[in-house]
């Protein structure tokens, strides 16, 4: 049985800090790689981070990098993204996804499994 487990969102003010966590279970993370995406109102689902869990080997939308980074917690199998200096414009439902993938992949159709999502709202 997969499962993507999402958590950490929740209202924050600009400037502010939250830190996501996706739990994994049912699969070998060996193979996989696991991927952040956002959806905001009246917009397409937006490519956030991924990181190759065996490697380790993170990678973060330019748009967000220097605020927004991916790691892994072996002993959990989560996957874990902190995001600082959030604006208004990061209020979404942030999503993990998990990719058969040896690369790592930003395209939501290379995706396998999804969690629910968890809500982050960024405002004053």
């Known amino acids: 049985q997969v499962q993507l487990v999402e958590s950490g969102g929740g209202l924050v003010q600009p400037g502010g800090s939250l830190r996501l966590s996706c739990a994994t279970s049912?699969?070998?993370?060996?193979?996989?790689?696991i991927g952040w995406f956002r959806q905001a109102p009246g917009k397409e689902r937006e490519f956030v981070a991924y990181?190759?869990?065996?490697?380790?080997?993170?990678y973060v939308a330019d748009s967000m990098k220097g605020r927004f980074t991916i790691s892994r917690d072996f002993a959990k199998n989560t996957v874990v993204l902190q995001m600082n200096s959030l604006k208004p414009e990061d209020t979404a439902i942030y999503y993990c996804?998990?990719?058969?993938?040896?690369?790592?992949?930003?395209?939501?159709?290379?995706?396998?499994?999804w969690g629910q999502g968890t809500q982050v709202t960024v405002s004053s």
């Open positions: 990181i190759i869990w065996r490697a380790g080997s993170p």
């Open positions: 049912g699969f070998t993370l060996d193979h996989y790689a």
């Open positions: 996804a998990a990719a058969i993938t040896g690369a790592g992949s930003a395209r939501v159709r290379d995706y396998d499994y």
